[in-house]
């Protein structure tokens, strides 16, 4: 199994511009959550899905956020416009189910750096 | 609401001396814990993790920890460390709505291993 995949691995921009992120979970996990990791915050989790689903997205910082989930295989992350605070390493994550002790598998995150 | 205190943001072993990870949780109910690790530029990978089963946990790599109801603690224990251990460590526990999938995350312990 090639685990939880996310691209792209590194992505440098400017203020202003359109930043997507993708992910692609564990062929048969049902369930995917975004996470955003900085220094002053730690990990924060933005939004999961639940069968393509979004279930809560009260972590969504502002609007300019936004995540969607076409299928069981293919979630990304959006920010339009990104802002030089946007920068952190924001990892994608999936488990099969929501209950309280499952675990849940991480990719390797993209590195988001807003010049 | 839940949460968790990793007692210690930074903590330096010698190689071939015991590791501990201090953890404190808050839940008003019997939670699931976790320990996740994170190799420097690497996603979070389960070390181990604490369902109301057997309250000493043991995970991969010979690391373990015991839950201690009393004490609300979930301390990372390992006997000896191995350099290939440094890395940042999180103590997590899962959401107490049940069944949301959301976890916890504490503020992370760097270990440092020094020959």
């Known amino acids: 199994d090639a685990g939880v995949i996310q691209s792209p691995r590194h992505e440098v921009t400017e203020m202003g511009q359109e930043v997507t992120l993708r992910c692609k979970p564990i062929s048969g996990h049902n369930s995917l959550f975004w996470y955003r990791q900085t220094m002053m915050r730690g990990l924060e989790l933005l939004i999961y899905?639940?069968?393509?689903?979004?279930?809560?997205d009260s972590g969504m910082p502002e609007d300019r956020f936004s995540a969607k989930m076409p299928n069981a295989s293919f979630s990304t992350l959006k920010i339009q416009p990104s802002e030089p605070r946007d920068s952190a390493v924001y990892f994608c994550a999936s488990s099969f189910g929501l209950a309280g002790n499952n675990e849940q598998f991480f990719g390797p995150g993209t590195r988001l750096t807003v010049l | 609401a839940q949460s968790v205190t990793q007692l210690d943001s930074h903590v330096s072993v010698s190689e071939g001396t015991p590791v501990l990870l201090r953890c404190n949780y808050s839940s008003s109910y019997s939670p699931s814990l976790f320990w996740y690790v994170q190799h420097p530029n690497k996603g979070l990978q389960l070390l181990l993790k604490y369902t109301s089963a057997a309250t000493l946990v043991k995970g991969i790599n010979g690391f373990e920890a015991e839950f201690k109801k009393s004490e609300t603690s979930f301390h990372l224990t390992k006997p000896s460390a191995h350099m290939s251990d440094a890395a940042e460590y999180f103590c997590v526990v899962s959401d107490e709505a049940g069944n949301t999938g959301k976890l916890i995350f504490g503020q992370g312990t760097t270990l440092q291993v020094k020959p």
């Open positions: 899905f639940n069968n393509n689903v979004p279930i809560d």
